[in-house]
């Protein structure tokens, strides 16, 4: 496309298409028209960035690798997150709670999954570190930035309006991460180093960060290989306590307690409260390579690859009030005698909004002096846990003529989040009174067992023990192969300035490797319960066995002295196991059969996608104004797999899963297509000189989470064989349409000074096809007992009504302002500050999963020759996660102040200190309200002290 510019923008833009970072600009350009152009440091950045903007017919805002390395951007995310209408999460899908790195990114208060991340314009496959996220519904069709540090970085392209020959999938926004290519580079050899170290507060560790770029072309410049690696290890404490869920209180299950207490009906309770340690060692590996041969003027060819490995080994220990078992008039286990508890007078219950919450309640034995359970040790060491990304890609543009230009890509992407090993222990805690009071959601609860945290085997109470869950062998792969071709014919035919062209054929995998429900071994023989082995029906329950954990395991660690400071009264002196115990106690001790404990039912799924589409573009020009009008197609072919127990398949069906203790299963496949068509049109005014105006309306599709359209089922309880009953359970919704919607995007932008501009604009998506939490129907084979039937009448098979929580399609809409500023100011400095608004909902007025209605960002600079400093805050409002453990989810606003201050000695050396989280943010977390908190959080500060060498 075609866009009047000056001279000197023109080369400011070339310049940016060359550019690495602040060294690369201030060598000696090839193109001689640059000659006249020197761009350093921020305000060349600045320069740069805004040099695209303006000249962009598509809305697009634009980082360069300076604007990169002058704040402390450890990875992509935090680049972004100081763009206007970026919000970005801690976490990717809310079960694992939040860190202190940028993990997601979400656009105009959107989910992530609404946002596309490529690579140079191609896909990225991701893989997560957290078992919850390699495995449960949630995370989306997000990348995880955890795995992609800035230092591979030239320039990042946000762009926030749609055209026909952008890749499908970016609803909200697309990110493209552009790197380096050798023949941009200035010099024959180049040669950049970063070596420093990162200190974290919380744990008091510190680490080294290395990071280095090679670079070579030939004296002809037609051949160049770029290579560059990092090894990035840092220590993370995350202190917090937990709010594990919430229910309401219900005659089934607590008659004991609503016959004396009746105006409890309905009253929200927390299931259970836990002061929570979490300790990992994140160590971030891998490289890029380039291979650029340009033999003749008109043909470029390109290879890259690239390889990011996160080892994540990490410990949770949650010393936990079980408020539930407290609660309920039944035992969960007839051996500890859970709820034989009696609700003390003086309870509060507290109503915000019509949701009533028992935020105060003490329970003491119904039995004087006979212990009830109310608490639980959960002791969870993931020593292999990790995630990885890689590709490899070729890139080929052929000039076949003056008027067109052919360009292609062809290549794979894989990703996997692993965690091969959990080592698990869970000792009950009993004592004869409990209790809690909810303080709201920016204070930690305070809770009580009666029992001492030192003493986690509680030998004073009696020995039981819940040798619990510990999935084995987690193994998630998420792998994309592509094929495209593009092509650009020139035509300057009236206002057609030229045609593009093209289509793109891919394939897209998510599947799961064969996963192991572990359970305690027994002397002499395997356990063959069907459950995931609870110690006091099997080998563990005789306090004088070996087996018996408190004759093998002790407490020999201890919180922090410092634990939980600033998050409010929290428990003190909290004894717990190290990994190295836990691990040997799951060796000697673990039944892991990989046949005999394969659990296929309990998150094993299979997803495949076909696409293929096919666009026409046509560019527009005239006196002041430029636009594109253009149309793609695209099918998707889905494929999903359903693996289901033998009893509930289809008669005549055949197990093809054969041998786990759990059963025989079939796999079913659920298979679909469908077509869509996305017009897209935008047009750039040039008003005034100086005053720019965009306008743009396109159709869009977002493909739904791989887990939602799975066939995974798992269902709850069900009794009754009249089919008057209906049984419950989660499931994935093959049938799930994509989401669909229109968008609106208007902008005006004035460019008053060099390096500033002013700019306001207007959004909405209408999704006609949102995709949200909500219940579908089926009909399962189910074996049940008849009702009256004598003991010992064996089961009959029916088929029986089930309602199931899984994803559907909603109507929703988002609509939304936008502001930025930017402006440099006497004496070497600048400010910048941005606000967006956007308010969602779905049809039913429901809040949207990731929404969030306010984000702002304030920064400011000083550079001179030698000297530089920046100084940024972000801000964003509450942002709606979604459900986890069937509890709403949301984590609450706050905002984040990160810093950086840099020496330059000469061209070849310059010192960095960074500072991130440097207000030491608490990250809070509410279920329905605030009365109902899920999660308070502190992470600590970062430190990075880098030096930067080149030549």
């Known amino acids: 496309m075609k866009v009047n510019q000056t001279p000197i923008s023109q080369a400011v833009f070339i310049a940016l298409l060359g550019a690495s970072n602040v060294a690369m600009a201030q060598q000696a350009p090839a193109n001689p028209q640059l000659d006249t152009v020197v761009v350093t440091g921020i305000r060349a950045a600045q320069e740069k960035a ?30 972004l997150a100081r763009i206007p209408g970026v919000s970005v999460l801690n976490s990717p899908a809310g079960g694992s709670g939040g860190f202190d790195e940028r993990d997601r990114v979400g656009v105009r208060g959107t989910n992530p999954s609404l946002t596309q991340t490529l690579i140079n314009g191609h896909a990225i496959a ?141 009253v929200w309770v927390p299931t259970s409260i836990g002061a929570a340690l979490f300790q990992q060692e994140r160590d971030r590996k891998g490289g890029l390579v380039t291979m650029q041969f340009k033999p003749t003027a008109n043909v470029d060819l390109s290879l890259t690859g690239f390889r990011s490995r996160m080892d994540a080994a990490n410990y949770n220990n949650n010393y936990l009030h079980l408020n539930d078992n407290d609660a309920h008039s039944v035992g969960v286990l007839p051996s500890v005698q859970a709820g034989n508890a009696n609700l003390a007078p003086g309870y509060t219950v507290t109503d915000l909004g019509g949701v009533r919450t028992l935020t105060k309640a003490n329970f003491t034995a119904a039995t004087a002096g006979t212990p009830f359970w109310n608490g639980e040790v959960d002791a969870i060491s993931r020593p292999t846990s990790a995630a990885s990304s890689n590709f490899i890609n070729f890139d080929g543009k052929w000039k076949a003529s003056d008027a067109l230009t052919l360009t292609t890509q062809v290549g794979t992407s894989k990703g996997r989040g692993i965690t091969g090993t959990q080592d698990i222990f869970a000792p009950l805690i009993r004592s004869t009174a409990a209790g809690y009071e909810l ?35 987690v193994n998630t792969t998420d792998k994309e192969d592509w094929a495209q071709i593009d092509g650009e ?21 998510r599947y ?49 002295s410092d634990f939980g400071s600033g998050l409010g009264s929290v428990p003190a002196n909290i004894a717990y196991y190290t990994r190295a115990a836990l691990g040997a106690y799951g060796t000697a001790f673990s039944f892991r059969d990989p046949v005999l404990r394969r659990w296929p039912d309990n998150g094993e799924y299979s997803v495949t996608e076909k696409t293929n589409a096919a666009y026409l573009q046509g560019n527009l ?78 159709k869009t599709v977002t493909r739904p989470d791989y887990t939602a359209i799975s066939g995974f089922t798992t269902l ?81 098979i029916v088929n029986a009504p089930y309602r199931l929580l899984s994803q559907v399609n909603k109507k929703a809409s988002v609509t939304g302002l936008e502001f930025g500023f930017e402006m440099p100011v006497a004496g070497n400095f600048g400010v910048s500050a941005n606000y967006t608004f956007a308010d969602g909902h779905d049809q039913d ?107």
């Open 126 to 266: 991701s893989g997560d570190w957290f078992v919850l996220d390699q495995t449960g519904a949630g995370v989306g069709r997000s990348v995880s930035y955890s795995l992609l540090p800035s230092e591979l970085v030239s320039r990042v392209e946000l762009r926030k309006s749609s055209e026909a020959s952008l890749v499908e999938g970016g609803t909200a926004g697309s990110v493209n991460i552009i790197t380096r290519k050798p023949l941009d580079f200035g010099k024959a050899l180049t040669f950049e180093a970063g070596i420093g170290a990162v200190y974290a507060d919380l744990p008091g560790k510190a680490d080294p960060q290395i990071s280095v770029l090679a670079n070579f072309k030939n004296e002809a410049k037609t051949f160049g290989v770029l290579v560059q690696a990092f090894s990035e290890k840092r220590h993370l404490r995350r202190d917090g306590v937990e709010t594990l869920g919430y229910r309401q209180l219900d005659a089934s299950l607590d008659a004991r307690l609503l016959t004396a207490n009746p105006g409890l009906a309905g």
């Open 512 to 560: 799961t490797g064969a996963m192991i429900a572990q359970a305690p071994g027994c002397t002499g023989s395997p356990n063959t319960g069907l459950n995931w082995g609870i110690s006091p029906y099997f080998c563990a329950s005789d306090a004088a066995s070996p087996y018996n954990p408190a004759n093998f395991l002790k407490p020999d660690a201890a919180y922090p």
């Open 621 to 698: 020009e005239g006196q002041g104004w430029s636009g594109n009008v253009g149309l793609r197609v695209v099918n998707t072919k889905q494929t999903a797999s359903n693996i289901v127990p033998i009893g509930r398949a289809p008669a005549g069906t055949v197990a093809d899963i054969k041998g786990s203790l759990f059963g025989d299963y079939a796999t079913l496949w659920n298979k679909r297509s469908y077509t869509d068509v996305l017009p897209s049109a935008s047009i750039r005014v040039d008003i005034t000189k100086d005053l720019v105006g965009r306008l743009a309306l396109s």
């Open 489 to 509: 014919f020139t035509l300057n035919a009236g206002i057609l300035s030229s045609l593009k062209f093209g289509a793109r054929s891919a394939k897209h995998q």
């Open 50 to 79: 805004l040099s695209v903007k303006r000249n962009a017919d598509a809305h697009i805002d634009v980082i360069t690798a300076e604007d990169i390395g002058k704040m402390p951007d450890k990875n992509v995310a935090d680049s």
């Open 439 to 473: 303080r709201g959601a920016d204070t930690a609860p305070v809770f009580t067992n009666a029992v001492s945290p030192s003493d986690p085997n509680n030998a004073t109470n009696g020995r039981n023990f819940d040798w619990i869950w510990g999935v084995q062998n």
């Open 845 to 951: 007025g429901h809040v949207l999963r990731g929404a969030t209605k306010h984000t702002a960002n304030l920064g400011g600079f000083f550079e001179n020759d030698q000297f530089s400093a920046r100084l940024n805050y972000s801000y964003r409002s509450d942002t709606f996660i979604g459900l986890d453990r069937n509890s709403e989810y949301s984590q609450k606003g706050g905002g984040v102040v990160s810093a950086s201050v840099g020496y330059k000695f000469n061209e070849n050396f310059s010192l960095n200190l960074d500072a991130l989280n440097l207000n030491n943010p608490t990250l809070t977390y509410f279920a329905l309200n605030d009365a109902q908190p899920r999660g308070i959080y502190t992470n600590g500060r970062q430190f990075y002290l880098t030096a930067r060498v080149k030549f």
């Open 716 to 796: 709850g309880s069900y009794s009754d064989p009249t089919g008057q009953a209906v049984g419950s359970g989660n499931a994935g919704n093959p049938e799930l349409k994509p989401l669909r919607s229109t968008n609106f995007d208007a902008n005006l932008e004035w460019y008053f000074a060099p390096r500033a501009f002013v700019s306001m604009g207007a959004f909405h998506m209408e999704m006609a096809s949102y995709i949200t939490d909500g219940f579908t129907t089926g009909t399962f084979r189910t074996e049940v007992t008849p009702a009256g039937a004598p003991a010992g009448t064996p089961p009959v």
